[in-house]
């Protein structure tokens, strides 16, 4: 039977990142996911400055043969209202492509990996656990997304939970597709709905468009998208014959209450299996980082005594850094009809759009760095992908 210490359910920014900071300790890690890389992922690919500090990601290394978009403006608004236009004057935030970019941080991470490689089984064996029947472990990391089995086997009620449910499409544009878009590449667009309950995106990244709609509520997701896509067209910021196949998913946005339990003995979940995405905005990416190197620095502290009171600290942890007393984490005081009401009129502000809408909510200007994840996590050459044998 195979074995190692830790073992890490899914390869995305959660995983990657946790891998990484685990594998450098010198800790014997072994990470699986169920599809092979470059894989996609459905995801506007818009991240925020802090993800490349945190990472101590090389912008001009990075876009050397990959996007990375530079973000210096805004158009936001109501879906079928009026539009402000915010420009900062220089980048402020960054578009990347998630088939490129999680490939890059699993690379870069140097862990062993297993592609292709679905996790099915879960079972508790003594201090351990036995994946798939043939792996044994003492530490078992739930990275593996909104319906990550770990997070199922420590008891996540997958499917009743409130989620953010959204539909994307990304696809490429050719020369003349894109002259004919009236969005610039480095001015992405936000629309919001009348009932507040969410927004579509349009963005252009390099030779690539996005667009997507996330939901507060997932029912008539689908109906929403068309009539998102409608307005777009209808306005021209679309040409009606530039379409995608959209896809959908759901994740959980960081709540104190109603949390899905994250620590568990022997086991702790990182990223969207945790529900860690700022609640406003729908960032996902960076709180998948953190959490990731959170739960490697509480693995490394355990020092092999994996029992859940070793490990309590990363929910705590969690709740601190996600939830401290932020307004992202406070349910709103606000009725809803006083926030359709509210919503209209601030968001044809220009001083709310851009102090409080962009700065805050978007851009998180404000976020506190973790202290520990700048200098260290410098990666390792990127190292082949070859499936284990
Ligand atoms: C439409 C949409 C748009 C978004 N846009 C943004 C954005 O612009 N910016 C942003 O910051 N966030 C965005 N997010 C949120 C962001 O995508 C997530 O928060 C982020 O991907 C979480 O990373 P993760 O590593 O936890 O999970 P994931 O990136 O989902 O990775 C999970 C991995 O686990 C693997 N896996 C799952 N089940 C198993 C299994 N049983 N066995 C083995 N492997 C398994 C999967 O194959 C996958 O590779 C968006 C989300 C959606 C749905």
């Known amino acids: 039977m195979e074995t190692c210490e830790v073992l890490i359910v899914g390869g995305g920014p959660a995983g990657s990142s946790c891998a990484g900071r685990l594998r450098q300790a010198g800790v014997d890690v072994l990470l699986l996911d169920k599809q092979a890389f470059p894989r996609q992922k459905p995801c506007a690919g818009w991240i925020t400055p802090a993800v490349l500090t945190i990472l101590a990601l090389d912008a001009g290394e990075y876009r050397k043969n990959r996007v990375l978009q530079d973000i210096s403006s805004f158009r936001t608004g109501l879906i079928d209202g009026k539009t402000v236009v915010t420009s900062y004057g220089t980048t402020v935030s960054y578009g990347i492509r998630r088939s490129e970019f999680d490939l890059y941080l699993l690379q870069r991470s140097g862990v062993r990996r297993s592609l292709g490689e679905t996790v099915t089984i879960l079972e508790r064996s003594g201090n351990g656990w036995i994946v798939n029947g043939q792996i044994r472990t003492r530490m078992l990391v739930g990275a593996g997304g909104h319906f990550c089995p770990v997070a199922r086997y420590l008891g996540a009620s997958i499917g009743r939970e409130n989620v953010v449910a959204a539909q994307v499409a990304e696809f490429p544009l050719t020369p003349e597709e894109a002259r004919r878009c009236s969005i610039p590449t480095d001015m992405p667009a936000l629309f919001f709905s009348r009932d507040m309950k969410g927004y579509g ?189």
């Not at 997507?212 to 209808?234: I, K, Q």
């Not at 502290?301 to 984490?329: C, K, P, T, W």
């Not at 606000?334 to 001083?351: C, E």
């Not at 050459?381 to 044998?389: G, S």
């Open 201 to 389: 995106w349009l963005f252009r990244k390099g030779s690539y468009l996005n667009i997507g709609l996330g939901r507060m509520d997932v029912c008539n997701l689908a109906r929403h998208t068309v009539e998102y896509c409608s307005f777009l067209t209808r306005r021209g910021y679309l040409a009606a014959d530039i379409t995608g196949r959209f896809q959908g998913h759901a994740y959980r946005v960081f709540q104190k209450q109603d949390r899905r339990r994250s620590v568990a003995d022997g086991a702790l979940l990182i990223g969207d299996a945790a529900g860690v995405a700022r609640s406003f905005s729908g960032e996902g990416i960076l709180p998948a980082i953190e959490s990731g190197f959170m739960a490697a620095d509480t693995i490394l502290a355990a020092n092999g005594d994996y029992r859940s009171e070793q490990l309590d600290a990363y929910e705590a942890g969690l709740n601190d850094h996600f939830g401290g007393g932020s307004a992202d984490a406070a349910p709103s005081p606000v009725s809803p009809d006083i926030m359709k009401f509210l919503g209209a009129r601030l968001l044809s502000s220009s001083l709310f759009t851009r102090h409080v809408l962009l700065d805050r909510w978007f851009l998180n200007t404000n976020h506190e760095t973790l202290s520990h994840s700048v200098s260290s996590m410098i990666g390792s050459p990127p190292a082949p992908l070859t499936p284990r044998k």
